[in-house]
């Protein structure tokens, strides 16, 4: 398992996934489950700590809504990389809650989404597939870069042609 | 017609190179089976009993004479010398090797065409009615709006994998040609109180295994809100439709179960904050006026309302006055005409055209229609905009080229998908019933006769065939290996759009076209009068003296 | 038409070639022919799922897409489908396909 964050390949990562349930170490950067997140909710926002809560396809943004600014990382999953709820909860945390902290993509992340979940607000992506891990290595990974919409990227796209405003590129 | 500027044309580029690259890791084993089948049928390719199949997408059903002629080039290179045409106004091809698509690609994007989207659970290809811009009762022509549809929707970084397809019509006249109430979105075009255009909305249409007649979610949305609001139900379904399965996964089944207020509230709740936060979800008017220029009317002469040429052809020649009598329509320009050219050639495959025939139609379009053919659901092509004074020249070469059967809406105009010669999923052959009903029928005066009639015919439940708004529908089931079918009576996809009821049990292959005959029999004998169509008799009559005259033993 | 007289139960595996799509059989050589007539047979439940995963093991490969078990029945030396579906795999579609002359033989 390897993070894609801001361009690069980490083979390390900071953070440490608390099993469902697990007891909560008391140091170093933690994601924790949604459920566990919201029953331990005060311990773990007065933690010092930094903490990341993972939010399944299927689990709604409402519980966290209020504590985005004291969350530095969100994750969200994809079951199955067909399965598209994640893209518009990215927006959503990005867009419309103004979520400023890292917003991680888990799950099953392949080349052929990459471009389109950066556009939806990720920044960073947990890969486990290799081609995928190789072809991010190799800069491979580009998909389309002219869009018909803008997307959460907001002022990091190029808008080419101020007449037909939607227009962007990456 | 749209054209391509400088940054269309990237897209496509870099669109081919893309998909270019995702076939060659296919090839070289980097991408599984399972991971490379979204990814081909976002590109139209699938994969059937014989080969892949390519959908290449025609967009709201407008070509022109050169991308005719380039889909009968590639038929012609890569395939067997013919296209199907079907009822989402694309055009399959049945043959193809999964290694020549690239080039393909290079090829349609040399004339701004691609694949995009015509499959997987995304949004689809965007269809409009085929007299767009012709037809005498429009308010406005629909292409502009589809034109920008089809823009928003290419590659959305969102909704790129929905919980299932999904399908947007937009008609511009109020008699609906484009059967936007069994579309996921339907968008009828109107004018407001100013003569300000906008839109109705219908949501949750479809057929297939649960088929739904959608419901009206706004009666006039202003046409800058277009975008925002399509976003709005868009997100709302990514989100809450139902991915645990399959075949309740359309958005028909979220309307259905979340029930229709509270899924308009969540909608226009989620649309009130999408405008807030992203102003370039509002249509400017002058990227409307941009865009509908393109879609101007052609330069049109001003001529006479009656046409010497025209009636004179209609006195001398009775085959001329049948085609006319059925393959024409009224035009919104004084002295010209639409015509269809009917694909459903006595005893041939529906919706089928050769290369040759291909490229004949674009030189009489060239020639005669402004440059501009049209794919209809109908599985027809349509000629937008022909002089009454050229219409018996246009019929001569129509008759030439095998291409003038005049039974446009007739019940030999039959719809039927590809079925088990070529499909995958299908349980029974769709193409061989069409061919024997219209043999049965093939006698012209029979056919006026009984006058407008749909007959539609789907190989399974997915309802390619569209075969739940057939007036008379026939669906392909298989029994203990066997091929047997269902018929369903009393659909229309139109303005006044109803579900086909299921009368009773199938009929074998052999039984099939004599049934469908007893009910076309029935209806004949009790019709008050020639003026009663079908669909008006079967809904005065109800399916009981259908189902009597089906089932005789059962009713004794 | 649809029915064919058989005995025991005879299976061949099949799947669609991943370059071109066409319907292929596995041979007893282990490559994989558009003559169903060359397909290595298996008569019996075991001997059908060793072929079958012989044939996943290509797939994996790239070779072939989606493998899959069919029944057959031998006609003198030729080998038939049984099922509708796979004989119209075999033998192409049961209408009159309309393309161009030249493109319907050279495409065949
Ligand atoms: S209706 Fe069924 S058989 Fe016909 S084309 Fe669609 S999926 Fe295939």
Same mark, same amino acid.
């Given at each position: 398992m390897a993070i894609f964050r801001n361009g690069t390949v980490l083979d390390h990562d900071s953070w440490t996934v608390v099993a469902a349930g697990a007891p909560v170490p008391a140091e170093g950067d933690i994601i924790i489950a949604l459920a566990d997140f919201i029953a331990q909710r005060d311990a773990l926002l007065g933690r010092v700590g930094p903490v990341g809560v993972a939010v399944e396809a299927g689990e709604e943004?409402?519980?966290?809504?209020?504590?985005?600014?004291?969350?530095?990382?969100v994750a969200l999953r994809f079951p199955k990389y067909t399965d598209g709820r994640s893209y518009s909860k990215a927006r959503l945390l990005r867009e419309r809650h103004r979520y400023g902290g890292e917003l991680r993509a888990v799950g099953d992340v392949l080349h052929d989404q990459i471009p389109l979940m950066l556009r939806c607000g990720f920044d960073s992506l947990e890969v486990t597939h290799e081609p995928t891990l190789r072809a991010l290595r190799e800069g491979r990974v580009r998909g389309v870069t002219v869009h018909y919409q803008t997307s959460a990227r907001e002022g990091r796209e190029a808008a080419p042609?101020?007449?037909?405003?939607?227009?962007?590129?990456s | 017609m749209y054209r391509y500027d400088e940054f269309d044309r990237r897209f496509v580029e870099e669109? $081919?190179?893309?998909?270019?690259? +995702?076939?060659?890791?296919?090839l070289s084993g980097e991408l599984s089976e399972d991971q490379f089948k979204p990814l081909r049928l976002m590109n139209g390719v699938y994969l059937q009993l014989h080969a892949y199949m390519l959908r290449i997408a025609i967009p709201y059903g407008t070509l022109s004479s050169r991308q005719l002629r380039k889909l009968a080039f590639i038929a012609r290179t890569y395939d067997r010398g013919y296209g199907h045409f079907t009822t989402r106004q694309n055009m399959q091809l049945n043959w193809i090797a999964l290694k020549d698509v690239p080039e393909i690609l290079g090829h349609l994007a040399d004339v701004e065409m691609h694949c995009l989207q015509t499959s997987g659970n995304c949004i689809r290809n965007v269809t409009a009615d085929q007299f767009s811009g012709a037809a005498a009762d429009e308010i406005a022509d629909p292409r502009p709006y589809a034109e920008i549809l089809r823009q928003w929707s290419s590659i959305h970084p969102e909704f790129t994998y929905l919980p299932r397809k999904f399908k947007l019509a937009v008609t511009g006249a109020p008699n609906d040609r484009a059967a936007i109430q069994? &579309?996921?979105? !339907? *968008?009828? *075009?109107?004018?407001?109180? @100013? !003569?300000?255009? !906008?839109?109705?909305?219908y949501v949750g249409g479809g057929q297939g295994r649960t088929p739904m007649v959608a419901r009206k979610v706004r009666d006039f949305l202003p046409e800058a809100e277009l975008l925002a609001y399509c976003t709005a139900i868009l997100r709302v379904y990514n989100l809450y439709g139902r991915r645990d399965n399959k075949f309740k996964a359309r958005i028909k089944i979220l309307v259905h179960e979340t029930g229709i207020e509270e899924l308009k509230r969540d909608i226009e709740a989620e649309y009130e904050a999408l405008r807030a936060e992203n102003e370039t979800l509002s249509v400017p008017a002058e990227e409307i006026a941009r865009i509908s220029a393109y879609f101007a009317p052609p330069a049109f002469e001003s001529l006479p309302e009656r046409s010497a040429a025209f009636e004179t052809a209609l006195l001398r #020649?009775? #085959?001329?006055?049948?085609? $006319?009598?059925?393959? *024409?329509?009224? &035009?919104? +320009?004084? !002295?010209? @005409?639409?015509l269809t050219i009917s694909l459903k050639p006595i005893g041939l495959p529906p919706g089928d055209a050769s290369s040759s025939q291909m490229e004949a139609i674009a030189d009489i379009a060239e020639r005669w229609s402004f440059d501009e053919i049209r794919v209809s659901h109908e599985q027809n092509l349509v000629l937008p905009h022909v002089r009454l004074d050229d219409v018996p020249l246009v019929f001569a070469e129509l008759q030439r080229n095998g291409l003038a059967e005049s039974n446009a809406g007739l019940v030999t105009d039959i719809i039927a998908c590809p079925g088990l010669d070529y499909c995958s999923l299908a349980n029974a052959r769709s193409i061989p019933i069409a061919q024997r009903i219209s043999e049965r029928f093939a006698d012209p005066a029979r056919q006026r006769e009984i006058g407008d009639l749909k007959l539609k015919i789907s190989g399974c439940i997915n309802a390619c065939g569209h075969h739940h708004v057939g007036h008379i529908g026939i669906l392909g089931v298989e029994r203990k290996g066997e091929e047997f079918y269902q018929i369903t009576l009393g659909g229309t996809g139109d303005e006044t759009c109803s579900i086909g009821e299921i009368v009773g049990k199938g009929f074998s292959s052999a039984e099939i076209v004599d049934a469908v005959e007893t009910v076309i029999d029935t209806y004949l004998a009790l019709r008050t009068g020639p003026d009663e169509t079908f669909l008006q008799a079967f809904r005065r009559l109800g399916e009981a003296p259908f189902v009597e005259a089906l089932y005789p033993a059962k009713a004794a | 038409m649809m029915k064919k007289p058989r005995s025991a139960t005879t299976l061949a595996v099949t799947g669609n070639d991943t370059r071109n799509g066409r319907a292929v059989f596995r041979t007893p050589t282990g490559a994989w022919s558009q003559d169903v007539s060359e397909a290595e047979v298996a008569e019996s439940k075991e001997a059908g799922e060793n072929l079958l995963a012989r044939a996943e093991a290509d797939a994996r490969q790239t070779i072939v /897409?989606?493998?899959?078990?069919?029944? /057959?029945?031998a006609e003198g030396d030729r080998l038939v489908p049984t099922r509708l579906r796979e004989l119209i795999r075999v033998s192409g579609p049961t209408i009159v396909e309309i393309g161009d002359a030249a493109a319907l033989s050279r495409a065949a």
């Open positions: 943004l409402d519980d966290i809504v209020g504590d985005l600014p004291r969350l530095v990382l042609n101020p007449a037909r405003r939607w227009l962007r590129a | 669109r $081919v190179a893309e998909f270019s690259d +995702q076939v060659a890791r296919r069994v &579309h996921d979105i !339907g *968008l009828e *075009l109107r004018r407001g109180e @100013a !003569g300000e255009i !906008g839109f109705a909305v #020649d009775p #085959d001329f006055a049948r085609f $006319v009598e059925r393959n *024409l329509v009224r &035009h919104k +320009q004084q !002295g010209y @005409a639409a | /897409v989606d493998p899959y078990l069919i029944e /057959v029945a």
